[in-house]
């Protein structure tokens, strides 16, 4: 249920609305013992939009609005899961809904003389009661539930929290323009991504911070429907920290990724398609290094009539690099080794059959000037 308000005055136009929402939990459950879990949730939220026109070319754009998200249900069942006694995992019946605040401001100015664009963005969130994890390690003696149970050696307790302190900042920075000889435009980009994600190890106050760099540059042609092409790169810079009294962990890595694809269409018939990615991960916190290319090549042969129809025959990961995948990840509370196995080199057949045939029927009444 809401109600929104708009505003027209020249160039500039204000839309508010304001919702309430009306969220209700029940539950039942049997183990490991039975117990049921009711909770209702009254929430007020917003949005406002702000298009101002400045001129032709220039346009200003900006959005603010508060945003809830409710508990699970089985993060609001009070039951202390001690399936895996290594890692014990409870609810929490006192979880509130999270409350993010978000604000976003966007300048374009376009030149369509010269076929430029230039775009200006930033947006920044922030919740006085994100979701968190309250995690206990390295205590033996910590109690677990009500019958008194210890967590026990080399065991860790984590319960779901609410938590102040959260921070998302994103700027980016956008500019496009043609290349004519090519017939194509090229869009370069550049970007920095803060974020702070709290969390409790041992009753200590702990914060993840992370920031992140990027570079990249996109460039698509627009030649024909026989020929076409798409090149972009894209390089970052990413820093992870989590530091408290209790824990120092922290994950930095460069990473770059060149990607490209091709059409080819010969006599209308023989169609040729390629595309290839290069992937670079170097880890700087931990001396890692994963290079992979992969390639992927396609051959078809336009049929039937009107050439509608299309026989191909491809070979995925030409050359065989697509195997195992390494990252490290760093969250508020956990430091975590992810390997990832793939599917590797294997041929590929199919058949297509375009249904794209309209004919063009005129409307009655209706001219075109």
């Known amino acids: 249920m809401g109600a929104t308000y708009q505003y027209y005055f020249k160039n500039t136009r204000v839309a508010t609305t304001l919702y309430y929402q009306h969220v209700g939990f029940s539950g039942d459950y049997r183990f490991p013992y039975p117990d049921a879990t009711e909770a209702t949730f009254n929430n007020l939220t917003y949005n406002a939009v702000a298009n101002i026109a400045i001129n032709r070319n220039n346009t200003l754009k900006f959005n603010a609005s508060g945003r809830t998200s409710n508990p699970r249900a089985t993060d609001l069942q009070n039951i202390v899961n001690t399936t895996n006694r290594q890692n014990v995992v409870a609810g929490n ?13 966007q300048y374009i100015r376009t030149n369509p003389e010269r076929g430029r664009t230039f775009t200006l963005s930033a947006e920044f969130a922030a919740s006085p009661n994100t979701f968190a994890d309250s995690l206990v390690i390295d205590t033996p003696d910590f109690v677990i539930d009500d019958e008194g149970t210890a967590l026990g050696e080399g065991n860790q307790f984590i319960r779901p929290i609410n938590l102040s302190g959260y921070r998302h900042l994103r700027a980016q920075i956008n500019y496009g323009f043609p290349i004519r000889w090519l017939r194509s435009n090229l869009n370069l980009r550049g970007g920095i991504t803060m974020s702070r994600l709290p969390s409790i190890i041992n009753g200590v106050r702990n914060n993840l911070s992370n920031r992140a760099y990027n570079l990249g540059a996109v460039l698509g042609s627009n030649i024909s429907e026989s020929v076409d092409f798409r090149l972009s790169y894209t390089g970052g810079y990413q820093e992870s920290l989590n530091s408290s009294q209790t824990r120092n962990l922290d994950n930095t890595y460069f990473s770059q990724l060149v990607r490209g694809e091709t059409t080819f ?46 026989v191909s025959v491809g070979v995925n990961d030409l050359f065989d690099q697509n195997g195992t995948t390494f990252r490290r990840a760093v969250t508020g509370t956990t430091l975590r080794y992810v390997t990832n196995l793939a599917v590797g080199r294997y041929v590929a057949f199919q058949l297509t059959y375009n249904l794209r045939l309209y004919k063009r029927t005129g409307i009655p009444g209706l001219t075109t000037p």
Do not use: M
Request: aromatic share 12%.
């Open 93 to 105: 019946p006192g979880l509130d809904p999270v409350y993010t605040h978000r604000l976003s401001g």
């Open 265 to 310: 269409v010969i006599r209308n018939r023989l169609v040729i398609r390629a595309n290839a990615d290069y992937n670079y991960y170097r880890g700087l916190t931990d001396p890692f290094l994963e290079e992979r290319f992969i390639c992927n090549v396609l051959l078809g042969v336009k049929l039937f009539r009107n050439r509608l129809g299309e």
